[in-house]
C-alpha cells in the first residue's frame, strides 16, 4: 500500500522558514517526479515545486526565489525548504509523488493528505 507522509508544517511569522519533509512507503514502480502542490482556501490546487528523476525541475514563479525542493533517492524523500515565508504562503501543502509502471507502463500518481502552513502576524 502506497503511503506518503508529510511533515514539517505549522505557523510561523512572515519572513520566516519552514522545511517540510515528506516519506513515503509502499512504492513499486518507477519514479519520475516528487514534488509539492499547495491549496489555499478558495483557491484551486497549484504546483509549487516539482523534481523529475531526470533532474529537470518546475518551480513555480511565485516562490522561485524562496523555495528549494529536494529529493533523496534513496529514502524516497522529498523536502521542501521555504523561506522569507509570506502571508500568501499560507496553504495546505500536499506532497505528490508520480511515476511508471514497470510492466504495463501506467502512470501512477499519488497525494499525501496534506500539512497546513500558515505565515501570520
Known amino acids: 500500500q502506497v503511503q506518503l507522509r508529510e511533515f514539517g508544517g505549522g505557523e510561523v511569522q512572515p519572513g520566516g522558514s519552514l522545511r517540510l519533509s515528506c516519506t513515503t512507503s509502499g512504492i513499486i514502480f518507477s519514479i519520475n517526479a516528487m514534488g509539492w502542490y499547495r491549496q489555499a482556501a478558495g483557491k484551486q490546487r497549484e504546483m509549487v515545486a516539482i523534481?523529475?528523476?531526470?533532474?529537470?525541475?518546475n518551480v513555480a514563479g511565485s516562490v522561485s526565489s524562496r523555495f528549494t525542493v529536494s529529493r533523496d533517492n534513496g529514502e524516497k524523500t522529498v523536502y521542501l525548504q521555504m523561506n522569507k515565508l509570506k502571508v500568501d504562503d499560507t496553504a495546505v501543502y500536499f506532497c505528490?509523488?508520480?511515476?511508471?509502471?514497470?510492466?504495463?507502463?501506467?502512470?501512477?500518481?499519488?497525494w499525501g493528505q496534506g500539512t497546513e502552513v500558515t505565515v501570520s502576524s
Open positions: 523534481k523529475y528523476t531526470n533532474g529537470v525541475s
Open positions: 505528490y509523488v508520480t511515476g511508471t509502471d514497470y510492466y504495463t507502463y501506467e502512470t501512477k500518481e499519488f
